[in-house]
C-alpha cells in the first residue's frame, strides 16, 4: 500500500475532525467536578410526592437545601439552621433556635419564619407530604425572634430525628408563595452549600457553589452531577476521566479501578442493610423452621464470596452506628443445629421443609445471587426454597397488603440510626412495612412508641431486637458497603447515609 | 383522489389503532403487579394514609372509571399529570420527543450509509472476497445485539480511545438558548457549529449501536435485490449501449432494487426507535425511552400511558410516510 500525499491529507483531516467533537479531556487541573450519579432527581421539591421518601436522591437535596437539623458524615447529629432544640419539662411544647445571618441563594435573609412555615407546611397532608404523620404531631408552629416554638398533639421521641431524615428541609417562604409549585421546580433556591445553575431532567445538574454558605463555601465551585443509571457506562464514565467520581459500581470493578494509577476508591458502610423478611404464615408460624433458616446462613461466607468482603454481618436490624445496635445479640451460624431444629419439627433431607422465598434481582449488588447462596445453604439442612424473582414495585405492593411470601430479600435503610425506623417499623404489625403479626413483638413494640426516658427506650428496643432474634422473626444478613471510585486528585468524605455529597469533596 | 382516499382511510386506521393501545395499555399497566401508592409509602404510613393516597391519585375508583376521566383529559390534550416528576405528561413526552427523533433519524442515516455502501460493494465487486467480507460482516453485525454493541463502542471509543462521549446528549458546559428542543436541527439552523459538534460527539456512539444491526439487514437485503435486478434484461441492455458497471448499478439497477429495501428500512425504523429505550439508558440520554424506564421502575402509571400512546403514534406515522413515499416511488402503484 502506498501513501499518497492525498490520501495522507484527507487521513489527516479526519483524524483532526473526529478529535474535534466534544472530546473529553484530563486536565490537570480540576476546575469543573463531575460526578457521575447512579439515579436520576425526578423533582426539586424535597417535601412532596414520590422523590420526598426516595433515599437515594436525598444528596442532591443536601447538596442545594438545608436540613432541619444536619447529620454529621458519621450520622451524628450536628448544628445547622435549627442550632439548639428540645422539649419543655412536660414535653408540650418543643422550641428550636435558628441561626441568624444566613442567606437564601436569591439574597434574602433565612428568616424563623421560613423554619416554622415549612414545618407547618409538611404537617399539611394537603400538600403532597408524605412525612405529614411525624410533622402533624405538633401544631401552633409560631416564630418568635430566632426561636420557633410548637405545641406537641402527640409525643414522638424521634420527632428531632426526622428533621435530619425524608422531608426534613427548609424552604423559602416568601420565595416559594411568589413562584408557586410549578416556578419553584423550575427555579429553586435553598440555603445549601451549593445553588441549581441548570438542570437538565434525566441528563444532568449543574451546580454553582454557594459563596455565602454559614457552613463554609464548598471548594468545587463549579459541579456537575451527570445522570448515569447503567453502571457499565458509569464505570466508562470514570476510566475514560469523563467523570471525576462515581458510586455503586460492582465491586468487582472497584477493586480493578482503584488499582489503576490516577483513581483511588473508598469504600464504606452505609445505613442500608440486606435482610430476608419472614412472614408468619404457612410453615413460618413454626418457630424452629425460623429459627433453623436463620442459624443455617453463613452470612460472612456470602460477604466474602459474593461481595468480595464488602459487607458487615449483622444479627439484627440495627448495624453498628445505630442508636440501639447490641453486639451481645448474636444469631451463630450452626447447620447443625438447623439440622435439629428441623428434626423437632418432623423434618430432615429426606423430607425438607418447603417454602417460596421472593427477591429482587439486580436491585442491590448480587442480591439475587445472595439468595441462591442462602438457598443452597438451607438446602444442605433440610430446607428447600424456591426462589421468585420479583421488581421491587411489586414488593412494595405484597408487603403493604401483608402479602409477601413466607421469606422475602429486601434492603433497608434508616439512615437517622433510630431504632423506630428499622425493627419498629419493620416488625411492628400495623405498620404498611411489617409482614410480622405476632402479638409477643406487637407487645414488646407498643410501649416504646412514646417513651420519654430515651435510655429506656433504647434499652426498650435492644430488648425487642433480643426477642425477634430469639424467635428469628426476621433474618438480618448484612449492612453494605458503598463503593465510590473517585479520580487521585479528588478527597471524597463518604456520608453514612449513602448520600455522595459534593460539598465534603475537596482537592487532594 | 385515490391517493388521497387512501391516505384518509389510513388515518382513520391510525385513530382506531392508538384507541386500542390506549386501552390495552391503560387495562395493562394496571393489572400488572406493582402499585404506584405502595411505593410511595412513607415508613409509617397508616390505612388512612394509604387511602388519602389513592384518592389523590384517583387509584380509589374503578379502572373502567378511571379511563373514563383520562379519556376525557386526552381529548382537551391532558394526559394528565406524572406521580414521579409531578409535571404534566404532555409537556414532559413532547419535550424528550425532539431528542428520540433526532438520535433515532441519526442512527438511520448511519445505517443506510453504512448498509447502502456495503450493498453495493458487494454488488459490485460479487462472486469476489468482497463480497464475501461483506456478507461476514453483516452476519457479525445481526448476531450481535445493538446494546452489546453499545458496550463495545463505549469499551472502544469511550474508554480505550475516549473520542466521543458515553453519556448524556450535550455537554453541561455549552450554553445553548435554543427556542425547541430539536437541538442539532436547531443549531444546524443558526449555524452554531460547536454545538452540533458537541451534539454529534454525545450522539455518534448510541446511534451507531442502534445503526450497526439495520445496517447489515439493509446490506443483505439490498445486495440481494441489486443482485437479481442485475440479471434483467434492461440491465443487460444498459451494458449493451457501453455503460460502465458503476452507472448500471448505481443509475439502472439501484431505482428498481430499492424498492423493497424501502419497504423493509420502514418496518424496521420502527424497531430503531423501539430499540433507543435501552440504547438511550445505556448511554444516560435524555430521550422518551430512558424516561420510560424510569416511568416503569416508579409505577408511573399516566407518564408510561403518555409515552406509549406516543410511541404507537410514531410507529403509524412511520408507517405512514413510508406507504405514501413507496407509493411516490413506485409508478405502477402511482399510476394505479
New interface residues.
Given amino acids: 500500500m502506498t501513501l499518497s500525499r492525498r490520501s495522507l491529507l484527507k487521513t489527516s483531516a479526519a483524524v483532526a475532525a ?7 479531556s484530563f486536565a490537570q487541573e480540576i476546575d ?1 467536578l463531575v460526578v ?1 450519579y447512579n439515579v ?1 432527581l ?2 426539586w ?1 424535597p417535601t ?4 420526598a ?1 426516595n433515599p437515594t436522591i436525598q444528596g442532591f437535596y443536601q447538596s442545594v437545601f438545608d436540613l432541619f437539623i444536619p447529620q454529621n458524615p458519621d450520622l451524628s447529629f450536628g448544628s445547622g439552621i435549627i442550632t439548639d432544640y428540645g422539649w419543655n419539662d412536660d414535653n408540650s411544647q418543643i422550641w428550636m433556635d435558628v441561626r441568624e445571618g444566613v442567606t437564601w441563594h436569591n439574597g434574602d435573609p433565612l428568616t424563623a419564619e421560613d423554619v416554622a412555615w415549612s414545618l407547618t407546611r409538611v404537617a399539611n ?1 394537603d400538600t ?1 407530604s ?2 405529614q ?2 410533622w402533624g404531631k405538633v401544631e401552633n408552629v409560631m416564630a418568635d425572634g430566632n426561636r420557633v416554638t410548637a405545641d406537641v398533639k402527640e409525643y414522638d421521641p424521634t420527632f428531632f430525628k426526622w428533621m435530619s431524615f ?1 422531608t426534613g428541609y427548609v424552604m423559602p417562604k416568601k420565595y416559594y408563595e411568589e413562584v408557586g ?1 410549578d416556578g419553584f ?1 423550575a427555579a429553586p433556591i435553598g440555603t445549601g452549600p451549593y445553588m441549581v445553575e ?1 438542570f ?5 445538574v ?1 451546580l454553582k457553589a454557594n459563596e455565602n454558605y454559614w457552613g463554609g463555601a464548598p471548594e468545587f465551585k463549579t459541579v ?1 452531577v ?5 453502571a ?2 458509569r464505570v ?2 470514570v ?4 467523570s471525576h467520581v462515581t458510586l455503586e459500581i460492582p465491586y468487582e470493578e472497584f477493586d480493578r479501578l482503584k488499582a489503576k494509577d490516577g483513581l483511588a476508591g473508598v469504600a464504606e458502610p452505609v445505613s442500608d442493610i440486606g435482610m430476608i423478611f419472614l412472614n408468619d404464615i404457612e410453615v413460618m408460624t413454626d418457630p424452629n423452621v425460623r429459627k433453623a433458616a436463620a442459624h443455617a446462613i453463613d452470612k460472612p461466607l456470602i460477604i466474602e464470596r459474593l461481595l468480595s468482603g464488602y459487607g458487615v454481618p449483622i444479627d439484627t436490624l440495627q448495624t453498628p452506628d445505630y442508636s440501639a445496635f447490641d453486639e451481645t445479640i448474636k444469631v451463630a451460624y450452626d447447620p447443625e443445629l438447623s439440622k435439629k431444629l428441623l428434626a423437632d419439627s418432623g423434618y430432615g433431607p429426606d423430607n425438607p421443609v418447603k417454602f417460596k422465598i421472593q427477591t429482587t434481582k439486580g436491585f442491590k449488588p448480587k442480591d439475587y445471587e445472595m439468595v441462591q447462596a442462602i438457598v443452597g445453604l438451607w438446602r444442605r439442612v433440610g430446607i428447600e426454597a424456591e426462589i421468585e424473582v ?5 414488593h ?6 401483608d402479602q409477601l411470601a413466607p421469606a422475602a430479600f429486601y434492603n433497608w435503610g434508616n439512615s437517622v440510626g433510630d431504632p423506630t ?1 428499622s425493627t419498629g ?1 419493620a416488625m411492628f404489625g ?4 411489617s409482614v410480622w403479626d405476632g402479638k409477643e413483638t406487637f407487645d414488646a413494640i407498643l410501649p416504646l412508641w412514646g417513651e420519654t426516658d430515651e435510655a429506656k427506650r433504647i434499652e426498650g428496643w435492644k430488648a425487642v431486637d433480643r426477642l425477634v432474634a430469639e424467635n428469628a422473626e426476621v433474618i438480618p444478613l448484612l449492612q453494605y458497603v458503598q463503593p465510590i471510585i473517585h479520580d487521585a486528585r479528588v478527597k471524597v468524605t463518604p456520608h453514612r447515609s449513602g448520600a455522595l455529597l459534593p460539598h465534603l469533596m475537596t482537592r487532594s | 383522489m385515490t391517493l388521497l382516499r387512501n391516505i384518509l382511510i389510513r388515518l382513520l386506521t391510525t385513530l382506531v389503532t392508538l384507541i386500542g393501545v390506549a386501552v390495552i395499555v391503560f387495562v395493562v399497566i394496571r393489572v400488572v403487579p406493582g402499585n404506584p401508592i405502595a411505593m410511595m409509602l412513607p415508613p409509617g404510613a397508616t390505612e388512612a394514609d394509604i387511602a388519602r393516597l389513592q384518592t389523590q391519585y384517583g387509584f380509589d375508583k374503578s379502572i373502567f372509571e378511571q379511563f373514563v376521566i383520562w379519556l376525557g383529559g386526552v381529548m382537551q390534550g391532558d394526559f394528565g399529570t406524572s406521580i414521579s416528576l409531578r409535571q404534566p405528561v404532555a409537556g414532559l413526552v413532547l419535550g424528550r420527543l425532539p431528542a428520540t427523533l433526532e438520535l433515532s433519524i441519526f442512527a438511520l442515516s448511519i445505517a443506510i450509509v453504512i448498509g447502502g455502501t456495503m450493498a453495493l460493494l458487494g454488488t459490485r465487486y460479487r462472486d469476489t472476497k468482497t463480497e464475501g467480507a461483506v456478507d461476514i460482516s453483516a452476519g457479525m453485525a445481526l448476531s450481535i445485539p445493538d446494546f452489546l454493541w453499545g458496550l463495545v463502542l463505549i469499551l472502544l471509543f469511550g474508554v480505550l480511545w475516549p473520542v466521543f462521549h458515553i453519556s448524556g446528549r450535550i455537554s453541561p458546559a455549552l450554553n445553548i438558548d435554543f427556542n425547541t428542543n430539536f437541538y442539532f436541527f436547531e443549531a444546524l439552523v443558526r449555524l452554531r457549529f460547536d454545538v452540533l459538534a458537541d451534539l454529534i460527539g454525545h450522539m455518534f456512539m448510541p446511534a451507531l449501536a442502534l445503526a450497526i444491526p439495520l445496517a447489515a439487514i439493509i446490506a443483505q437485503l439490498l445486495k440481494q435485490s441489486l443482485k437479481e435486478t442485475m440479471h434483467l434484461d434492461y440491465v443487460t441492455l444498459a451494458r449493451t449501449k457501453g455503460y460502465g458497471e458503476n452507472h448500471v448499478i448505481t443509475r439502472e439497477a439501484l431505482p428498481n432494487a430499492i424498492l423493497p429495501t424501502l419497504t423493509l428500512v420502514g418496518v424496521q425504523f420502527t424497531f430503531l426507535i423501539g430499540g433507543t429505550v435501552i440504547i438511550e439508558r445505556l448511554f444516560s440520554y435524555e430521550g422518551l425511552g430512558n424516561m420510560a424506564i424510569d416511568a416503569v421502575i416508579n409505577r408511573d402509571l399516566p407518564l408510561i400511558q403518555g409515552i406509549v400512546i406516543l410511541f404507537a403514534l410514531l410507529f403509524t406515522i412511520v408507517n405512514l410516510v413510508v406507504d405514501m413515499l413507496y407509493v411516490v416511488l413506485n409508478p405502477r402503484l402511482r399510476h394505479a
Avoid at chain 1, 437538565?200 to 444532568?204: L, P, S, T
Avoid at chain 1, 400495623?430 to 412495612?433: A, L, R, T
Fill in positions: 473526529l478529535t474535534t467533537i466534544g472530546l473529553p469543573e457521575a436520576n425526578p423533582s421539591d412532596v410526592g414520590l422523590s421518601v397532608p403532597g408524605p412525612i404523620f411525624v425524608l409549585a421546580e441548570r437538565e431532567r434525566n441528563a444532568f449543574r456537575t451527570k445522570f448515569v443509571t447503567d457499565a457506562s466508562a464514565e476510566e475514560s476521566g469523563n420479583y421488581e421491587i414495585a411489586k412494595f405492593e405484597l408487603r403493604a397488603a425506623t417499623f400495623p405498620s404498611p412495612h
